[in-house]
């Protein structure tokens, strides 16, 4: 089982949506977990992170599922600028970061 | 501040040739890594060093080498360019290298003919 695993999608989304995708990780003993944002052709940067039940930021809600082991992302009210793939990351042996494949949003007017 | 800075931005090579990736923190970061992303396979993790004077191999470091010098520089050289080392390749730092966040560069985007 790879350590983090993304469906790519993608997901098209009508302006003004709800759209939530999830995200399963390998590692039982992970502690904390990340989205990323990443643009066509930019470099990824971060969205929020995840620490225990997880974390609220405006339009953005990550979760946290210890015992199915997945974390969450739902965005309300998409907006044409919340196009791009979204990264989920979770540690992993050595402490090193696994970077999911992304989840690729494209929202339509 | 500037926070991570890649050069070149791109750069088209021939096979065969010697190339170096430039990666440059001010954010005085102890950890810093090299992925490489390649369509339909994610970010790979090609070497890291978790401070100065120290490097790892992550999980794709063959044809690659790197050196930390000292807290800010962190460059990656490729000995012998081959087509399949064409991708896009990002630098990224964290304070520490357990699991803080990732800062990343803007990317090098190489070509290998």
């Known amino acids: 089982r790879k350590e983090v695993e993304q469906d790519p999608g993608p997901f098209n989304v009508p302006e003004g949506a709800t759209v939530a995708f999830n995200c399963t990780y390998s590692n039982s003993a992970s502690q904390s977990f990340f989205w990323y944002r990443q643009d066509c052709r930019k470099e990824p940067k971060l969205l929020m992170s995840?620490?225990?039940s997880g974390n609220e930021d405006g339009r953005f809600t990550a979760q946290l599922n210890r015992a199915s082991q997945y974390i969450s992302l739902l965005i309300r009210d998409s907006k044409l600028s919340d196009s791009a793939t979204y990264l989920c990351v979770a540690p992993y042996g050595n402490n090193r970061l696994a970077f999911g494949k992304g989840n690729q949003v494209v929202v339509i007017p | 501040i500037a926070g991570i800075t890649q050069a070149p931005t791109s750069q088209i090579l021939a096979a065969g040739r010697r190339m170096t990736l430039r990666c440059t923190q001010d954010?005085?970061?102890?950890?810093m890594y090299w992925y490489r992303q390649d369509l339909g396979l994610g970010l790979r993790l090609i070497h890291y060093?978790?401070?100065?004077?120290?490097?790892g191999k992550g999980e794709v470091p063959d044809g690659y080498s790197v050196s930390r010098a000292n807290t800010d520089d962190f460059p990656l050289t490729l000995a012998s360019a081959v087509p399949s080392q064409t991708s896009v390749y990002f630098c990224?730092?964290?304070?520490?290298?357990?699991?803080?966040?990732?800062?990343f560069g803007p990317g090098t985007r190489l070509t290998v003919l």
């Open positions: 060093s978790n401070t100065a004077g120290t490097t």
């Open positions: 990224a730092s964290s304070y520490t290298s357990g699991s803080d966040e990732q800062f």
């Open positions: 954010m005085r970061h102890n950890a």
């Open positions: 995840v620490y225990s």
